[in-house]
């Protein structure tokens, strides 16, 4: 399968993309987590990003298309790709499909996953990451056992730059701005589909595995 995540920051897209690669074996490709690696070794990738990511700006395109061309090249995304976080501008969508083309591929859907503001903002600002191996927790609603500590790694559980409320703000007005002129975009091309809000009884990924047919 090759799906692309659509949706604000705070969606739930990276927890979604977890939890399908874990469960089926597909390569989860987040251009933010790409990011945050480059930042963190000093990479000339990280050195041009840092500023954009945490001021809540985008990456010019150029950078994250580049970086892109080169993530599509490894051997793990032969099986079938979640994309999380790319594409999030038009021109990125589009250098989406000539790479995709030239590799012979094309998606199988794009999925929307729809949340308000206020509870974007609500779930970010209390969002903890842990500083060794990524596992994302939730001061709310899903606190570590540990405290500030990872229940998986013991690693130091920390807050992103980008997740305090006024940079927040600024995420959520630029993915309104440039991301979401890409759901009309996918529309057009009648692969997008919108999955329902977690409820009681279904978690997100099994309306996804219902929605696209995958073999739970
Ligand atoms: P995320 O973890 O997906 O919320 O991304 C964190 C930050 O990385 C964003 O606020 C942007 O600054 C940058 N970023 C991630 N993906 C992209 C992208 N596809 N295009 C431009 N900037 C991006």
């Known amino acids: 399968m090759r799906i692309v ?18 469960k089926h074996a597909t ?7 790409i990011l945050r690696d480059n930042v963190r070794t000093g990479t000339p990738f990280g050195m041009q ?35 999380d976080g790319f594409p999030r501008t038009v021109p990125q969508a589009t250098a989406l499909e000539s790479m995709l083309s030239e590799l012979k591929l094309s998606l199988d859907a794009v999925v929307l996953l729809d949340i308000d503001d206020e509870t974007v903002v609500r779930r970010l600002s209390r969002r903890r990451v842990c500083r060794s191996c990524g596992a994302i927790y939730n001061l709310a609603f899903k606190p570590s056992a540990k405290g500030d500590r990872c229940e998986l790694c ?8 980008d997740d305090h409320e006024s940079v927040i703000r600024n995420r959520l007005s630029v993915y309104h701005q440039q991301t979401k002129p890409l759901v009309s975009f996918y529309e057009e091309k009648g692969v997008l ?16 595995e219902k929605m696209l047919g995958m073999v739970p």
């Not at 977690?198 to 099994?206: C, K």
């Open 5 to 22: 995540l659509l949706g604000a920051p705070g969606a739930g897209k990276g927890t979604l993309a977890e939890q399908i690669r874990s």
């Open 27 to 33: 390569a989860h490709i987040s251009t933010g987590d």
């Open 49 to 83: 990003a840092k500023e954009y990511m945490d001021s809540g700006r985008l990456v010019p395109d150029h950078i994250i298309v580049a970086m892109m061309r080169e993530r599509f090249g490894e051997k793990d995304c032969t099986a079938g790709f979640i994309l």
């Open 154 to 161: 013991d690693g130091e559980l920390y807050q992103r730059d």
């Open 193 to 208: 589909r919108r999955l329902p809000p977690e409820d009681g009884g279904t978690t997100l990924l099994e309306s996804l």
